[in-house]
């Protein structure tokens, strides 16, 4: 006879948080977001913390290289989508590694007697504008000159030309040799009104390259989620079908952080995956997922994820319940994870975070999550909706709208995720629409944070480890629901923000 769990399935709508005490010294200025991204000894820091709770889903439509560079100057991690050729996805990888961040490693390079045609199709390719013109046409060969974007145009120059004709030559720049220090890198291109300062070892091949706009950048960005050497962090999905020739490719490339991808994490399948990564790359932290409950999270945790996503059917572009009867309401489900994630800590002494994905569908729910054990949270329909995500832009009658799409959708192709193709038969377990255009990720996620931020001074809180042990929620009958909501007529009424 089928196991009936009594508990009823609960949403985030479902619940509201209870106002606790405010010090005096709690203050959105105070709030410290920071949080742990994976697997630590309980009672001790995780080898990467992010700085902002926010993650970006392994979907096509959300997660670009652009998303990624967004998403990390505000402190956050983005996961580079697997529905692509394994070396597609690795190029991603080192787009956002490679981005302007401190000591650059050049990733726009050609030799002199290459076309301005040519390196003007590097230059869309990498989205830089400053290109190094090398002996070999590497990144680490000898300097012969920079050219810029402002060097050459379409309409007054010929392409067919050489780059040699429009690049300032070495001798004419300012260059700096491999023992200095970024700090000093800084200064001289302040000193000296430089915009680029390449770095040379002694035989004049190239090192790096310092840009005044990194050192602008940190001032406006200070929470910044990076590596030991400056460069911004990145994470990448991986399957359970290609990872044995896809992790060492994205490791290589640069990926700090990897995740299986997967609408039913609780199956033998991706153990195995987790044991191989495990044993062949031990350095690289791998998370596992999706589960709903915690003997799933046990599972996984026990494989050895370094963090376990939770949430199955809930995401705002799935249809997995409708298609397969399979799912949890989001917030049950997170609560029952986040109880079996504390009793593995008693039990063992590693803290394996929980991430909560899906079901999120306003700004305050993300509080929610968090209040309810969530470490983190990852977002789809959010951050589609931004500049910097994949989805075109498309006028309305009522405004602007971004393409949007699931990763079980026919659109994204991505049969592999579910293994339906035994008998040639598929379905599809998500949708292609569209979301409202909300504008640049940085000023979106900055609202987000504030709202965060202001819902933690009323629970009283500072960290996120406070607020999950004092805050207390309530249910909400479908009453309260609907007087929780404005009863006037709007004189504009705005789009759901998330």
């Not at 629970?459 to 404005?486: I, K, M, N, Y």
């Amino acid at each position: 006879m089928a196991q009936v769990i009594a508990e009823v399935s609960r949403t985030f709508n479902e619940f509201l948080l209870l106002p606790n005490r405010t010090r005096t010294d709690c203050t959105a200025d105070t709030v410290d977001l920071r949080t742990p991204l994976v697997r630590h000894t309980a009672g001790e820091t995780a080898a990467i913390e992010l700085r902002s709770p926010f993650t970006s889903a392994i979907m096509q439509a959300v997660s670009t290289p652009e998303l990624a560079i967004a998403l990390a100057r505000n402190g956050g991690l983005s996961f580079l989508h697997h529905n692509q050729p394994i070396e597609d996805q690795a190029a991603a990888v080192r787009q956002v590694k490679n981005f302007k961040a401190g000591f650059v490693t050049s990733d726009t390079n050609v030799r002199p007697d290459d076309s301005l045609s040519l390196l003007a199709g590097a230059m869309r390719r990498t989205g830089h504008s400053t290109a190094a013109v090398t002996d070999d046409g590497t990144a680490t060969g000898r300097l012969l000159g920079l050219v810029t974007s402002r060097d050459f145009h379409p309409q007054r120059h010929d392409l067919d030309g050489p780059v040699s004709g429009r690049m300032t030559p070495v001798a004419e720049l300012a260059h700096a040799g491999a023992d200095i220090t970024l700090s000093e890198a800084n200064a001289r291109l302040w000193d000296e009104r430089l915009d680029c300062l390449p770095v040379l070892d002694a035989e004049g091949r190239l090192q790096h390259l310092v840009f005044r706009s990194d050192y602008a950048d940190n001032k406006r960005f200070p929470h910044q989620l990076v590596d030991g050497a400056k460069r911004l962090r990145v994470g990448a999905g991986i399957n359970t079908h290609d990872y044995q020739e896809r992790v060492p490719a994205l490791l290589e490339a640069g990926a700090d952080v990897l995740c299986f991808d997967s609408s039913d994490g609780y199956s033998d399948w991706q153990a195995q995956a987790l044991a191989w990564v495990k044993k062949h790359h031990p350095q690289i932290p791998v998370g596992g997922g999706n589960v709903v409950d915690g003997e799933a999270f046990t599972f996984l945790a026990e494989a050895g994820a370094d963090f376990v996503k939770v949430g199955v059917g809930g995401g705002s572009i799935c249809i997995t319940r409708d298609q397969k009867g399979i799912g949890r309401g989001q917030a049950s489900a997170v609560l029952d994870v986040a109880g079996a994630r504390d009793a593995f800590r008693e039990r063992t002494g590693a803290y394996v975070p929980i991430c909560s994905d899906g079901g999120l569908v306003h700004d305050y729910h993300v509080a929610l999550a968090l209040a309810m054990g969530a470490d983190f949270v990852m977002m789809g329909r959010y951050f589609a909706r931004f500049d910097q995500a994949a989805g075109a832009k498309l006028p309305t009658r009522e405004g602007f709208v971004k393409e949007y799409w699931g990763e079980g959708s026919n659109r994204a192709r991505n049969w592999q995720r579910y293994g339906q193709g035994g008998q040639g038969l598929l379905f599809e377990e998500g949708v292609d629409g569209y979301v409202p255009y909300a504008g640049d990720l940085d000023e979106g996620l900055a609202l987000t944070v504030a709202k965060l931020k202001t819902t933690m001074v009323s629970c009283g809180s500072t960290t996120l480890p406070e607020f999950q042990a004092t805050a207390r929620l309530t249910l909400v009958s479908d009453q309260s629901f609907q007087e929780s909501h404005a009863t006037v007529t709007l004189r504009d009424t705005p789009a759901t923000v998330s």
